[in-house]
């Protein structure tokens, strides 16, 4: 077996109930959950992670995908990307998550990754996953060469001086947008989180980049289904046509009022450390006609404040472009 | 014993407080009575492949793609990148496509496993198969396998409605030798 995939040995259980799965990994440090295993197999091969035990939770009772008419869409964590975009109910109340989800990755990750895992997937830095080199996020205190290195795929918004890297999850961008809410379970609390107070900035700290604490298992997320999510597209830039990381993402839902706008969102991926809810773009839009001018004007408040660095400053250019193009076909 | 969810406001991070609403349940948990079970690093796995049933003792950290290759010598699922980003691995697991290099063995066990080997019957090859050959559809052949088994797998999806519809849905599956024109057009063929 000399041509082994190169992870550690690990120990393994498959968790038959919610509370064993969260006794499971918060009574080991060196503990996690596997879900579909696309993100974290890949992790531990390249020693970016390293854990003892691994606790299986696809035989939880948490695959339903629950949309009944008037209430809010009830998605269980291990549900996969796959059931999850082709579920009728979800295409027609919630287009911009079906959208964002079949423009993710390919049909066989699809079939095998869930919605819980998607949220937690890691940075696809390459000093983050090449343990051979520093990283704050890793190795906190060890420093983050992407500042003045190769920063291309790095944030624009939302960094700090010791982390730059983007949060790459497409579904967190559309769920941010649509108002989602994370609900999970912990050794000794069960909390509902709003998505949009779920992932950190990395501040000092890009080691930590959501709420949760060691063991606590995200059990699904709840997204209301209003007139609003149902007028929701997801827009995805990326280097190739398909299966491809965002390079700039916009998730964005409109209600109109006539031809005014009632209420709008706008969430980014691709240009911040964490997905991103440009408000003050929301705010230059809200009572207005969508007009080529109020669109333009709204764009530039998404890259307010934006610090380019040598390779990403492109970004900034293409974050606002992308915004009045999916605006365009929301009016 | 049905267990509720409950709600209650907890500290975060940094001091941040979340409140928590008071809506209805959604999970309604069946919490088992026992301890929770120890792990172990390795375990006694059963995986139907191609029909086969074997039974292998597997350590915990071995890839479907290094227990379909190394233990049962079914080697002709390819080990491209080890990383999903490239669909040589690809099998078919419970009626769904995968990437066998991004899942445990012991997460499959139970399992119905399709492998290259399993489409031809005998010297009989499957028509997708008849289709890769007849639209030059490989040159080296070490994506091949992959290939075909996303081929079946997206032909049964219904997903071969156009070259279009069935280049977005080949994504998953690189081919260094470029043979992307003849692959589409295999598929394309038997899929008709
Ligand atoms: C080649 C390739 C291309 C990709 N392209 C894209 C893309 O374009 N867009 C995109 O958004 N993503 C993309 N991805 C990432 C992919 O979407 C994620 O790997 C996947 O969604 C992770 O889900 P999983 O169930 O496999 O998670 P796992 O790998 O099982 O777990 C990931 C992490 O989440 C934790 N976890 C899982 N479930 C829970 C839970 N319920 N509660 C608490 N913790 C949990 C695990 O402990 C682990 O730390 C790509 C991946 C690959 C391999
Ligand atoms: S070897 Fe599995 S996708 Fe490349
Ligand atoms: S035939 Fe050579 S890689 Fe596809």
């Known amino acids: ?331 | 014993m049905p267990v509720e969810i409950s709600r209650r406001t907890v500290l975060i991070t940094a001091g941040a407080v979340t409140a928590v609403a008071a809506v209805p349940v959604t999970w309604t948990v069946i919490e088992g009575a026992a301890p929770p079970p120890a792990g172990s690093s390795t375990a006694e796995v059963t995986l139907t492949v191609n029909g086969t049933v074997h039974r292998r003792t597997v350590e915990a950290r071995v890839t479907l793609l290094d227990a379909l290759r190394e233990q049962l010598g079914l080697t002709g699922t390819k080990k491209g990148c080890d990383r999903g980003e490239c669909g040589a691995c690809t099998v078919i697991v419970d009626g769904n496509r995968i990437k066998s290099c991004l899942t445990l063995a012991v997460m499959r066990d139970g399992s119905e496993v399709t492998t290259v080997e399993g489409l031809a019957d005998g010297d009989d090859l499957h028509p997708m198969q008849e289709a890769f050959i007849e639209h030059d559809a490989f040159q080296c052949g070490f994506c091949t396998s992959g290939q075909l088994m996303s081929a079946v797998a997206l032909v049964e999806e219904g997903h071969a409605g156009s070259a279009e519809e069935i280049r977005e849905w080949m994504s998953g599956n690189l081919c260094r030798c470029g043979c992307y024109p003849g692959i589409v057009a295999a598929v394309g063929e038997a899929s008709r």
């Not at chain 1, 949309?67 to 990307?81: F, L, N």
């Not at chain 1, 990326?238 to 409109?254: G, Q």
């Open chain 1, 1 to 331: 077996m000399g041509r082994l995939s190169g992870m550690r040995p690990f120990t393994y259980v498959r968790a038959t109930a919610v509370r064993d799965a969260v006794a499971g990994v918060a009574d080991h440090p060196g503990a996690t959950f596997v879900s579909g295993g696309t993100d974290l197999l890949n992790l531990m091969k390249d020693s970016a992670q390293i854990h003892e035990h691994v606790v299986d939770i696809n035989a939880l009772p948490l695959a339903t995908i629950d949309i009944q008419p008037g209430g809010p869409a009830r998605i269980g964590a291990v549900a996969r990307m796959r059931d999850v975009a082709e579920h009728p109910a979800v295409r027609s109340t919630l287009p911009v998550l079906a959208e964002a989800l079949l423009g993710s990755a390919s049909p066989q990750v699809r079939n095998m990754a869930s919605i819980g895992g998607n949220l937690l997937q890691r940075t696809r830095c390459g000093y983050f996953r090449d343990a051979g080199t520093p990283c704050n996020k890793r190795e906190p205190g060890s420093g983050c060469p992407a500042l003045t290195g190769e920063n291309r795929w790095h944030a624009v918004l939302g960094g700090s001086e010791h982390c730059i890297a983007v949060h790459p999850s497409d579904l967190a961008v559309a769920l941010l947008a649509l108002d989602a809410t994370v609900i999970s379970t912990g050794p000794d609390c069960e909390r509902r989180t709003p998505l949009n107070e779920f992932y950190l900035l990395p501040g000092q700290t890009p080691d930590r980049e959501n709420v949760l604490n060691h063991g606590e298992l995200i059990v699904g997320v709840e997204v209301p289904t209003t007139p609003l999510a149902a007028r929701s597209r997801y827009l995805k830039v990326r280097d190739r046509a398909t299966f491809e990381f965002a390079v700039v993402s916009v998730a964005a839902a409109v209600e109109l009022r006539g031809r005014q706008v009632q209420d709008v969102r706008l969430a980014f991926g691709g240009i911040a450390t964490r997905p991103w809810r440009a408000f003050a773009a929301e705010d230059a839009l809200r009572g207005r006609e969508l007009t080529d001018d109020v669109l333009v004007a709204a764009a530039a408040e998404v890259v307010r404040g934006a610090t380019p660095r040598e390779q990403n400053a492109f970004k900034t250019e293409l974050a606002q472009r992308a915004t009045v193009d999916v605006l365009r076909a929301l009016r």
